[in-house]
């Protein structure tokens, strides 16, 4: 889904620099068009994902039961653990957690989006049913807990 989201950024990116440089009338707009989308693809990248990702956040908290800290969450490996202590969570397709993400304030089970930029992170949460509950933690990952 990513490189989708990819994709579309470029594209829309190059239809918005084509526009503009058409209408200032640029001789070689479409070679121009595309150096300048083909410089910028990473920042273009960039900022389609997260706008991805913040389109995706809202829309799964639309319905949300609450919210909880990523250093109060279940996703925390206590001093202790290993990433045994991972197995227990699933993702949406039903798929083991094995990916661990860490930083100064500890390892956590899962990818989350603005792991490393954010100090706390809120994840939204869902009840599914009484026995399971969903977890947003990135575009591409749900994790789900067995209560």
């Known amino acids: ?11 829309i990116a190059w239809l918005l620099f084509y526009k503009i440089l058409t209408a200032r009338k640029v001789r070689l707009p479409k070679i121009k068009t595309t150096i300048i989308v083909l410089l910028f693809s990473a920042f273009i990248y960039g900022f389609s994902y997260n706008l991805y990702a913040f389109i995706d956040r809202i829309v799964f908290s639309f319905d949300k039961d609450g919210e909880v800290a990523l250093v109060n969450s279940p996703f925390k490996i206590p001093s202790e653990g290993d990433v045994s202590y991972c197995q227990q969570f699933t993702d949406q397709d039903g798929h083991v957690i094995t990916t661990i993400s860490t930083r100064r304030d500890g390892r956590y089970c899962g990818e989350f989006w603005h792991f490393k930029r954010k100090k706390k992170l809120l994840l939204p949460y869902k009840n599914l049913n009484e026995k399971q509950t969903i977890y947003w ?5 749900r994790i789900i807990i067995n209560k």
């Open 1 to 11: 889904m990513t490189k989708l989201i990819y994709i579309i950024g470029l594209i």
């Open 137 to 141: 933690a990135s575009p591409t990952l």
